[in-house]
């Protein structure tokens, strides 16, 4: 337990942390789910509006550091190459 007031500031402000990182990242992971659903259903036009939706949200994440940039561009590539396959 944190005994000196610096310590129990940071506990108080990791569990406020915390608890926004879990909602954000949840939104992220949605949108992606979104996406996928659209491909899985094989309907580009479904799909290519939950990406364009998606897109914001990774970028914002990174920017947040919840998401590693590397992961989120990978993230980002597979979804649009998934989602281009279903046009032609």
Do not use: F
Not at 12 to 37: W, Y
């Amino acid at each position: 337990m944190a005994n000196s007031a610096g310590s129990k500031k940071r506990a108080r402000q990791a569990v406020v942390r915390r608890s926004r990182n879990v909602s954000l990242r949840s939104m992220v992971r949605t949108s992606i789910k979104k996406v996928q659903a659209g491909i899985d259903a094989k309907s580009y036009d479904e799909a290519q509006a939950a990406l364009t939706n998606a897109m914001p949200y990774i970028d914002k994440m990174v920017t947040k550091g919840i998401l590693h940039k590397n992961k989120a561009a990978r993230t980002k590539s597979r979804l649009n190459t998934a989602v281009l396959a279903l046009k032609g």
